[in-house]
C-alpha cells in the first residue's frame, strides 16, 4: 500500500500555478472546458522520470517565482521552461530527478528560457478528481490553482535515483517557431489567395496569451463574409475572427465558437506555441492528417497515454 505524505508546502505560489493532468475530457457538451498540462511533452516527460503514469498530475508553473517546502523526503522532476531552480540555494538541473529531503525549499526563479515548467513527485500527488480529472480551469472554478499555504499531499514511494531526460528529447524554445495545420471541413470558406497570404504570413505572438488561447499579429487573413453556426471547437482551432488576425485556442477554451477555423494546429506542435514568449514568430505550413495522426500515436504509444 503507498503510504500518504505532507508532500509540500507552498511558501510562494508564482503566477497562475496551478495541478493539471492531462485533462478532462467527454464535459465539452455540458459546458466544461478540456483543462491540462499545456505542454504534454514536458508533462509527460516530468511523470516518466519519476516512473509514474502519464496522467498523474504535475504543478504547472507558469512564468515562475515560485517557492515549494518539502514536509518529508521526496523524490521530485522539474522539466519545461528554464526557470533557474535552486534547492536550498544550490543549483537544481532541469529535465531531470532529484531528492529532495524535509525542510528543504525548492525555489524558481523568472523563466529564462520557455514559459512554462512542470514540477512531478514520484508516486503521483494525491488530489480529488472532478468530473474525472484533477486539472484546473478556473474559469469552470474547478481544480486548484495554487496559493500560499497550500499541501500538496504525495504518495509515499522507496529511493529513486537521480535520472536525466536524453539530450534530444529536450526541446529548445525559439523566438521564431512553425506550427503545422490539420486544415478544416471549413477549409472552403477560404479562396486559394487567402490561403497563400496565410501561409505565406509571419505572424507575432502577441501578450495575449494564456490557458484560454494564443492571438497573433500580422498581414492578416480576409476573414470569410458568410458566418457560421457556434459549434464545438477542437484544441488547437486556428480561428479567423473578423479583423483577420488568427486566434489559436488552447486548453482552458470556451466549448462553442462561431468564427471560421482554417484548421487546427498538429498537436505535437502546440508545446512550441505555449512555451513561445510574446514577440516571437509564427509560421505556419500545411500537414496531412494521416502525418500529423502518425505523430500522435507514437507520442501516445510512447509514454502509454
Known amino acids: 500500500m503507498s503510504e500518504r505524505l505532507p508532500g509540500l508546502v507552498v511558501l510562494q505560489a508564482g503566477v497562475q500555478s496551478s495541478m493539471q493532468d492531462l485533462g478532462r475530457f467527454g464535459m465539452a457538451g455540458q459546458g466544461v472546458s478540456q483543462g491540462g498540462s499545456m505542454d504534454l511533452h514536458a508533462h509527460c516527460w516530468a511523470n516518466r522520470l519519476l516512473g509514474n503514469n502519464a496522467n498523474d498530475a504535475t504543478i504547472e508553473l507558469a512564468v515562475g517565482m515560485a517557492k515549494i517546502r518539502a514536509e518529508s523526503d521526496l523524490q521530485l522532476a522539474i522539466t519545461g521552461a528554464e526557470m533557474l531552480a535552486e534547492l536550498d540555494g544550490s543549483p537544481v538541473g532541469n529535465w531531470c530527478s532529484f531528492p529532495i529531503k524535509r525542510g528543504q525549499v525548492l525555489s524558481l526563479k523568472a523563466a529564462r528560457s520557455g514559459m512554462r515548467a512542470y514540477l512531478a513527485v514520484a508516486g503521483g ?181
Open 125 to 305: 500527488f494525491l488530489l480529488d478528481k472532478q468530473f474525472g480529472s484533477v486539472s484546473a480551469v478556473a474559469r469552470n472554478q474547478l481544480g486548484k490553482v495554487l496559493q500560499e499555504g497550500d499541501v500538496l499531499c504525495a504518495r509515499g514511494v522507496g529511493a529513486c535515483m537521480s535520472r536525466q531526460v536524453p539530450s534530444r528529447f529536450v526541446p529548445r524554445y525559439d523566438d521564431a517557431i512553425e506550427l503545422r495545420v490539420i486544415e478544416s471541413y471549413q477549409i472552403s470558406q477560404f479562396t486559394p489567395e487567402q490561403l497563400k497570404s496565410f501561409y505565406a504570413a509571419s505572424f507575432t505572438l502577441t501578450p495575449d496569451i494564456d490557458r484560454m488561447g494564443a492571438r497573433l499579429e500580422g498581414a492578416g487573413v480576409v476573414a470569410p463574409e458568410v458566418g457560421i453556426i457556434s459549434e464545438g471547437i477542437a484544441l488547437g482551432a486556428i480561428q479567423i475572427p473578423p479583423d483577420g488576425q488568427p486566434i489559436i485556442l488552447l486548453n482552458d477554451r470556451q466549448t462553442l465558437g462561431g468564427y471560421p477555423k482554417l484548421g487546427c494546429v498538429a498537436r505535437v506542435d502546440l508545446p512550441k506555441l505555449v512555451q513561445a514568449r510574446p514577440g516571437a514568430g509564427v509560421k505556419f505550413v500545411p500537414v496531412t492528417l494521416s502525418d500529423a495522426c502518425s505523430e500522435w500515436r507514437e507520442f501516445c504509444d510512447y509514454f502509454a497515454i
